[in-house]
Each structure stands twice: as C-alpha cells, then as structure tokens.
C-alpha cells in the first residue's frame, strides 16, 4: 500500500500509464500528464495552488473503483502499440483535421466579426494540423518502423543494424519537443475558446466545431501519453539491450 508521501512524489505520466481513468482527474484540474508528465503530483500541485491531499483522494477514488476495465497498454508489444497509435490515432488526426478547417473558415466568415477570437483559433489549428501531419509522417517513416525492426529482431535473437540517426533517442526526444508544441499551442486553443464553450449567439456548427475541437484535444493528449510515458520510454530500453 503507497502512502501519501508516495503518492505525491508519483510522477503524472505514471499515474496515467497505470490507470487511464486518472487522466480525468489531472485534466479536470489542468494539470497536462502528457507533455509534462514526467513531474511529480506534489510539484503540478504546488505549481497550480491546488491542495495534493484532495487530488490524492480524487485519484484514490478513481483507482479504487470497480468501473470499465481500463487497457493496459503497458502490457502489451511495443509493435503492437505503435502500429495502435498509428492506425487509431493517427488516422482520426487524418480525417477530422479537414473537417474542423472547413468548419472554422465558415465560422470566421459567419461569426468573425462579434468573435475576432475565432480568427486566433482558426490560425493556431491550421498551424497544428500542418505540424501534425509532418509530425505523424516522421513517426510512420522512420521511428516505428524501427521500433518494429528491434522487436522482430528480440523475438528471433538477431541483431539491430545502428539506424542513420544514431540511437532511438534522437528522433524520439524530436517528437516529444514537438509533442511539446501541439500541448501550448491546444492550451492557448482552449484558453481562447473557454475551454471549449460556445458563446449566447452559437449556432450549431459553433457548437458542434467547439465540441469536435475539445474531442480532438483529449485524442491527442491520450495519443501524446502513449507514446511520451510508454512507448518512447519502453523503445530506449529496448535499445539498450541490443548495446
């Protein structure tokens, strides 16, 4: 049984990594367990002026409730996991991407003038989905499938050919600084749009592009913390034994 000085000196990314159903508790709080995950819930506390004994309490009652089965993403392959990621949330990026612009170029024509606001949200999404899609290409072109070449090659006792880019350290600290961007720039989103709440006077593509928005949002938080707090970590130690 952790005690309370244990569990304030977790780090987020494990808590999450352990139990998905935490990720509720952190976000309702504002606290980011995917980019910064990796610090501890005393200093997220600390930081936001938010009592840890309570938080500890929410994340205890979450932990120790019966509910839905969570997926234990920890368990499982890291080819599996990555061709997951690939297939699950990099696909969803691909097709609501199109979709959210199309909506957001009408409301900047429909709205724009009673919500200059909107213009602000409209460029940071396009920003991202540009970054995203070049992000998400890097990751299926050159990291994965070298995480899958270590995997087969563990699973027969072969040997890993040093890739160009040195060690699976350099790409995967590349994707985390990028993780890092899209988590800022998805913070200003939210802060602008008020956390995704629709003004007095929105009609229902508003309300429905403000919806898709914060869906797309928790998406790729669930996809950043797959890969920053398991699978990243799991492939430099997976590295390491081939060393």
């Known amino acids: 049984m952790e005690t309370l000085q244990e569990n304030t000196q977790k780090e987020i990314g494990q808590y999450v990594a352990d139990d998905f159903r935490t990720a509720a508790i952190f976000s309702k709080y504002k606290i980011d367990f995917c ?6 819930v005393e200093e997220a506390c600390d930081k936001k002026g938010i009592d ?7 994340l205890n009652q979450v932990l120790n409730s019966k509910g839905a089965e969570t997926i234990d993403y920890k368990s499982w392959p890291l080819d ?3 061709e ?3 297939k699950k949330h990099h696909r969803y990026v691909e097709e609501k991407i199109p979709v959210l ?9 429909v709205h724009g003038e009673r919500h200059p606001e909107l213009f602000k949200i409209n ?3 396009t920003a991202s989905a540009g970054e ?5 290409k890097k990751e299926e072109l050159i990291l994965f499938p070298f995480i899958k070449k270590m995997m087969k090659a563990k699973l027969e006792d072969g040997v890993v050919q040093p890739p160009q880019f040195g060690t699976v350290e350099n790409p995967i600290a590349m994707m985390m600084e990028e993780h890092d961007n899209e988590g800022a720039r998805f913070r200003e989103i939210d802060a602008l749009t008020n956390n995704y709440t629709p003004p007095a006077d929105a009609c229902n593509t508003y309300k429905v592009t403000f919806a898709m928005l914060d869906e797309f949002e928790k998406d790729l938080h669930l996809h950043i913390h797959l890969e920053n707090n398991i699978l990243f970590p799991e492939a430099i130690k997976l590295e390491q034994q081939f060393n």
């Open 52 to 58: 840890s004994n309570q938080l500890i309490d929410e």
């Open 123 to 125: 460029e940071l999404f």
């Open 84 to 86: 997951y990621i690939e």
């Open 101 to 109: 612009r199309q909506f957001l170029d009408k409301l900047c024509r």
């Open 132 to 136: 995203l899609a070049s992000h998400m």
């Open 80 to 82: 599996l996991l990555a």
């Open 35 to 40: 980019c910064n995950g990796n610090r501890t």
